[in-house]
């Protein structure tokens, strides 16, 4: 089944999942050749390993918390409303402090 992605002029909600984030899953929003959009979705002590993208990201708290480290620099918490820019090709590591969502901009 292929994904659907959002379509120009079409608004996507990423309203808090609230209590409903236990069921809800990671999906990739929006991709074109030169963005993607993903709404990422951890449980609570989900650890993503450190990485790193070409392009320029943006990791946008929805929900929740996560501890964002980047590059050599310690992990900062990042909160529901809190937005981080990270540049491209640095690595960097998330690890969800309670159950989260995040909305990650990637520019390829």
Same mark, same amino acid.
């Given at each position: 089944?292929?994904?659907?992605?959002?379509?120009?002029?079409?608004?996507?909600?990423?309203?808090?999942?609230?209590?409903?984030? /236990?069921? %809800?899953q990671?999906?990739? =929003?929006?991709?074109?050749?030169?963005?993607? $959009?993903?709404?990422? !979705?951890?449980? @609570?002590?989900?650890?993503?390993?450190?990485?790193?993208?070409?392009?320029?990201?943006?990791?946008?708290?929805?929900?929740?918390s996560?501890?964002?480290?980047? /590059?050599? %620099?310690?992990?900062?918490? =990042?909160?529901?409303?809190?937005?981080?820019? $990270?540049?491209?090709? !640095?690595?960097? @590591?998330?690890?969800?402090?309670?159950?989260?969502?995040?909305?990650?901009?990637?520019?390829?």
């Open positions: 089944m292929a994904l659907t992605h959002a379509q120009p002029g079409q608004p996507v909600d990423v309203r808090p999942y609230g209590a409903g984030i /236990g069921a %809800a990671s999906i990739a =929003l929006f991709k074109s050749s030169g963005l993607e $959009v993903m709404r990422l !979705v951890f449980p @609570a002590g989900h650890h993503m390993p450190a990485h790193q993208v070409a392009g320029e990201i943006t990791i946008h708290c929805l929900e929740g996560v501890n964002v480290q980047v /590059g050599n %620099a310690p992990a900062v918490l =990042l909160a529901a409303g809190h937005l981080m820019y $990270v540049p491209g090709g !640095v690595p960097h @590591a998330l690890t969800a402090v309670q159950a989260c969502s995040v909305l990650v901009t990637l520019a390829l």
